[in-house]
């Protein structure tokens, strides 16, 4: 069972920084394709930045060139470092893994960003 769990997230100013976390327990394979979405108040969820497994990188134009995700295979996890925050950021952050034929969720962690 895969089950996967998201810290960091927390309340900052506009113009700060975070870096969220997203661990995986039952790991995360070579072959596995991670992802983080958001889902800000009032809005649908959409997708915030992806990582394949040559770490090759995909995101969001908004977040493009302030958001940075990375992966560590062998601590199962998965990072978004997020700079230069705008209240535009804020939302539910969730971790998404793919590993060919499913995918899974995490619960979420919540940014805000004030103004």
């Known amino acids: 069972q895969v089950l996967l769990v998201e810290s960091g997230g927390q309340l900052v100013q506009a113009g700060g920084s975070l870096r969220l976390s997203c661990s995986a327990s039952?790991?995360?394979?070579?072959?596995?394709?991670m992802k983080w979405f958001r889902q800000g108040p009032g809005k649908q969820r959409e997708f915030v930045a992806r990582?394949?497994?040559?770490?090759?990188?995909r995101y969001l134009d908004s977040v493009r060139g302030r958001f940075t995700i990375s992966r560590d295979d062998a601590m199962s996890t998965i990072y978004l470092e997020m700079n230069n925050l705008t209240p535009d950021d804020t939302g539910v952050y969730f971790c998404?893994?793919?590993?060919?034929?499913?995918?899974?969720w995490g619960q979420g962690t919540q940014v805000t960003v004030s103004s």
């Open positions: 990582i394949e497994p040559d770490r090759s990188t």
């Open positions: 998404n893994k793919w590993n060919g034929w499913r995918e899974y």
């Open positions: 039952g790991g995360i394979a070579s072959t596995d394709v």
